[in-house]
Nanobody, 128 residues
């Protein structure tokens, strides 16, 4: 069983930065596609960013492109989300998720249903 634990959330002002971390258990982390999602109160969970198992392919939601950076350190079983120039609309609970990539392909997992493991989330609040 893979467990994911997010950390790094907090309360910041617009324009500030935060770095989220997601630590994963297991021996096969390097084979997982990893994603970040977020959910604001009263809204559905939305895709934020993903990084494929190879580390060479990434994808961002248009709303965060140019401001957020996803990265991974396979030696530490950790994926990161660097968030710069934060806006109030970035407020929400941020979740990391792992896709076991059982199909062994290069298809980007854009939907939450494509992920097998989820963390408990970390709260990010951006004030104006």
């Amino acid at each position: 069983q893979v467990q994911l634990v997010e950390s790094g959330g907090g309360l910041v002002q617009a324009g500030d930065s935060l770095r989220l971390s997601c630590a994963a258990s297991g021996r096969t982390f390097s084979s997982y596609n990893m994603g970040w999602f977020r959910q604001a109160p009263g809204k559905e969970r939305e895709f934020v960013a993903l990084i494929m198992w190879s580390g060479g392919s990434i994808l961002y939601a248009d709303s965060v492109k140019g401001r957020f950076t996803i990265s991974r350190d396979n030696a530490k079983n950790t994926v990161y989300l660097q968030m710069n120039s934060l806006k109030p609309e970035d407020t929400g609970v941020y979740y990391c998720a792992a896709d076991r990539n059982n199909d062994g392909g290069s298809r980007f997992p854009l939907r939450g249903s494509e992920y097998d493991y989820w963390g408990q989330g970390t709260q990010v609040t951006v004030s104006s």
